[in-house]
């Protein structure tokens, strides 16, 4: 049964109920009435059979996530009907809250621009506390630096082959780990990120770390448009004019959870100047073990699992790139659920998980001059 989005099924015998999106899945093998009593309480069960309004768009989305996070944390932990009810409806109601504002912040009403993007906002100040980051972050900064001397190796009279020149515009930036690894090698990093939370930490860094950098341009906006009045313009005495062009563009573990990749290339192609060149790090989508990169409770907002290195080239071709080049870049070790969604809302303990390794790409291309 497909249901504006999501699906639900379910058999006399077990396995009794799958929720969907993300792969119609196994949910549970048993307890199945609680669960379907626990999901009525949110959506008629009637109304789900039926496709009436209420189970179109944006809230059935949610629910269906939502159910679907609290099904497998209940349907681990609890062993009465009783204790099923209240620790799923808490939990299927904190859910619901963050996948639908999740869902509203990655979709591309401009409407929901300056509600920025609830997740991020609500991780950004935690988000430096995480090795991880940390860690992928340098790898991407070697690994952009490494792409850059490239060019200084095969032009070294070529103006390119400075990068302390280069005005950088940094589109998905968090809290700013990459743009503060990146500054002291280019003129100047425009960091912008939809959530305004993170655009906070980051200028809070800037305002309070000793030595911080003094080239980078913190900007809270869902960056869409070239042309987007958030961005510096392109002459100090023109507030309204032309909005600034640049040499390179990068975004590192953004491109996963952007709903459109053309759209978003077009808007990159469109901030670069002639010659200008992108350079987009993310985890590379090697099969169906790729999920794996994010636990159950934080599939919100995440649009595909990893990046397909052959279509991430033909789409960067399309949209008008040249010198195309796709390739693998680092591998990192990252901690995994063993089991989907035993992380929980908390996170992970030392004691849970297994490590995999996840290989990353590197995207290069430049606009035609
Ligand atoms: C997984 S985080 C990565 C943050 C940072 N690059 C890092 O590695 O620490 C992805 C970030 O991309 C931002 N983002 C996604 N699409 C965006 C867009 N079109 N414009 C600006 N920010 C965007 C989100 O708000 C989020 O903070």
Same mark, same amino acid.
């Not at 998905?172 to 700013?176: E, N």
């Not at 090697?286 to 636990?295: I, L, Q």
């Not at 919100?300 to 990046?307: D, S």
């Given at each position: 049964m497909a249901l504006g989005g999501c699906e639900a099924s379910t058999t006399a015998h077990s396995p009794l109920l799958h929720l969907y999106p993300g792969g119609l899945r196994e949910i549970t093998r048993s307890r199945s009435r609680t669960i379907f009593c626990i999901a009525n309480g949110i959506v008629d069960r009637t109304k789900l059979k039926s496709g009436g309004p209420e189970t179109h768009g944006l809230l059935l989305i949610a629910v269906a996530e939502a159910v679907r996070l609290a099904a497998v944390h209940i349907s681990r932990y609890c062993y009465t009907t009783a204790a099923y009810e209240k620790i799923v409806r808490q939990r299927t109601q904190r859910a619901m809250a963050s996948a639908a504002s999740n869902l509203r912040a990655t979709?591309?009403?401009?409407?929901?621009r300056n509600n920025g993007n609830a997740r991020f906002n609500d991780e950004a100040l935690s988000w430096d506390s995480r090795p991880f980051v940390h860690e992928a972050s340098q790898a991407a900064a070697t690994a952009i630096l490494a792409r850059l001397n490239e060019n200084n190796a095969k032009h070294p009279s070529d103006d390119k082959s400075q990068t302390n020149h280069l005005q950088v515009l940094e589109i $998905?930036?968090?809290? $700013?780990i990459l743009s503060f690894l990146l500054a002291p090698h280019v003129a100047r990093i425009v960091a912008v990120d939809a959530a305004e939370g993170m655009i906070a930490v980051l200028s809070q860094k800037l305002q309070k770390t000793p030595d911080a950098p003094k080239n980078i341009l913190p900007v809270a906006v869902l960056l869409e448009d070239p042309e987007d009045a958030a961005l510096p313009s392109t002459h100090s005495d023109q507030p309204d004019g032309l909005r600034q062009k640049f040499d390179l563009v990068t975004s590192h573990l953004v491109l996963h959870h952007i709903p459109d990749l053309r759209a978003v290339l077009t808007t990159m192609i469109g901030c670069l100047v002639p010659g200008g060149r992108v350079m987009l790090t993310d985890f590379e989508d090697?099969?169906?073990?790729?999920?794996?990169?994010?636990?159950a409770a934080k599939m919100?907002?995440?649009?595909?699992? $990893?990046?397909q290195a052959r279509e991430m080239a033909e789409i960067m071709r399309e949209v008008g790139f040249e010198g195309v080049d796709v390739r693998a870049a680092w591998t990192m070790r990252k901690k995994v659920e063993k089991?989907?969604?035993?992380? $929980?809302?908390a996170g992970a303990k030392p004691e849970m998980g297994e490590m995999m390794d996840f290989p990353f790409v590197l995207c290069y291309g430049e606009r035609p001059m």
């Open positions: 979709s591309s009403d401009k409407n929901s $998905g930036c968090g809290t $700013g090697f099969g169906p073990e790729a999920k794996r990169f994010h636990p919100a907002g995440v649009e595909r699992h $990893g990046i089991f989907e969604g035993e992380f $929980g809302d």
